[in-house]
């Protein structure tokens, strides 16, 4: 019998969690087999990973690019599980920034003067605001729960055919 061919456009993380999860549901299903399937990644650059890459400061490796890595997001939670991978938090008072190419906003090393601590949020509110600042952490919350709402949708297997109307019934549905 000939194999149903997959394929998979990118090797990001919403590529390779395709891949994980499309695995999981044919290896938990009855009516297909995972020996019935070849599942094909398709990457255009040299390299895999997409946008998540690790750039190094002072010596120090952070991992940049990703967008959606959030204690609250259940998806990668369960693949670092499955994989076997620990979470390691390095984050100090103030939140980072990262425009793609370059920190706009960082902490300063932690062996860093007071004086360079202190002209480092000097920079921050100079730049966005003290307001901004103090309101971030609560931007960032209140995304996370409508963001936590797609887990109820997804769970009971529904879908969507666009992403307007994905973005609606999540809204509609964990109104706050």
Known sequence: RKKTRIAVIGSGIAAGSSVFFLHQLLSCNDT????????????????????????????????????????????????????????????????????????????PPQNASMFDKICALARAVWRYGAVTLYRLPGIVRALVKKWSGVYGLLGDMHTCAHVETAHAETARAHAY
């Open 32 to 107: 297909f087999s995972p020996d019935e399937f070849e599942i094909h990644v398709y990457e255009k650059k040299h390299i895999l990973g997409g946008r998540m890459k690790s750039i190094y400061i002072n010596e120090t490796r952070i991992e940049a690019g990703a967008t959606i890595f959030h204690s609250s997001n259940l998806y990668v939670k369960h693949m670092a599980e499955h994989l076997g991978l620990k979470e390691e938090i390095k984050a100090g008072p103030m939140p980072w920034l990262w425009d793609g190419n370059a920190f706009l906003l960082r902490n």
